[in-house]
């Protein structure tokens, strides 16, 4: 069974367009999470959700919209792509409990590539 | 601020050890983290270490923390070919369980 999933695994589409990636998890956890990893394999982090809601909006463009319509589901919407845009995005969760190691579990990534 | 610095690079034969280095700025973090990314996968996360601890050992890993230099080690015995991946050190940033990662240092083993 795949704990954290993505879709879709590759895309390729044109500077100026609309486009989204879904993420989900089935591991029953509160906090989700929306890394960026770009070509030289640094990862930051874009976005986190705990239980719908947003707790961590990193300094990214506001053409970056996620959107979280239960606790299992972050998709991430990108509006009129740029070329910066290009990079594998990752979707992770975690079930947060205060002092506990809180891992991370990570989707596959989405690479997205525009053109 | 919230810093996490790695060599991007490890080279070693098959069957010897290897150390991949890592320092950190936040001395908040209560745990410190490896994980491991294999080629086209997402990352797994490898061992982890509590923030009051020296060392700790797993099979073939061994983590040292240094808190007063904050730094960071990953140690791989008998390192075998399937160990060549990119290997990420995080600790926790101050805000919702986000993790600052290092740049990640590639390991290859040669046979």
């Known amino acids: 069974d795949t704990a954290v999933s993505q879709t879709p695994k590759y895309l390729v589409t044109q500077m100026g367009n609309d486009k989204s990636i879904k993420c989900e998890q089935n591991?029953?956890?509160?906090?989700m999470y929306w890394y960026k990893q770009d070509s030289k394999k640094f990862l930051k982090i874009m976005f986190s959700?705990?239980?719908?809601?947003?707790?961590i909006n990193e300094t990214v463009p506001n053409r970056f919209s996620p959107k979280s319509p239960d606790k299992a589901h972050l998709n991430l919407h990108i509006n009129s792509l740029e070329l910066g845009d290009s990079a594998v995005y990752f979707c992770a969760s975690s079930q947060d409990r205060a002092g506990g190691i809180n891992e991370q579990f990570f989707g596959p990534g989405t690479r997205l590539t525009v053109l | 601020g919230e810093d996490v610095e790695q060599s991007l690079f490890l080279s070693v034969r098959e069957g010897d050890s290897s150390v991949i280095n890592c320092t950190y700025t936040d001395s908040s973090s209560t745990y410190l983290y490896w994980y491991k990314q294999e080629p086209g996968a997402g990352l797994q996360l490898l061992t982890y270490?509590?923030?009051?601890?020296d060392m700790k050992q797993d099979q073939r890993l061994t983590v040292l923390l240094n808190k007063k230099d904050k730094h960071l080690s990953l140690r791989i015995a008998d390192t075998q070919t399937g160990d060549s991946a990119i290997y990420f050190c995080a600790e926790v940033g101050n805000q919702g369980g986000k993790l600052i990662f290092g740049q990640g240092t590639e390991l290859s083993v040669k046979p």
């Open positions: 270490i509590f923030s009051n601890m």
């Open positions: 959700y705990n239980n719908k809601e947003l707790i």
């Open positions: 591991l029953g956890h509160d906090t």
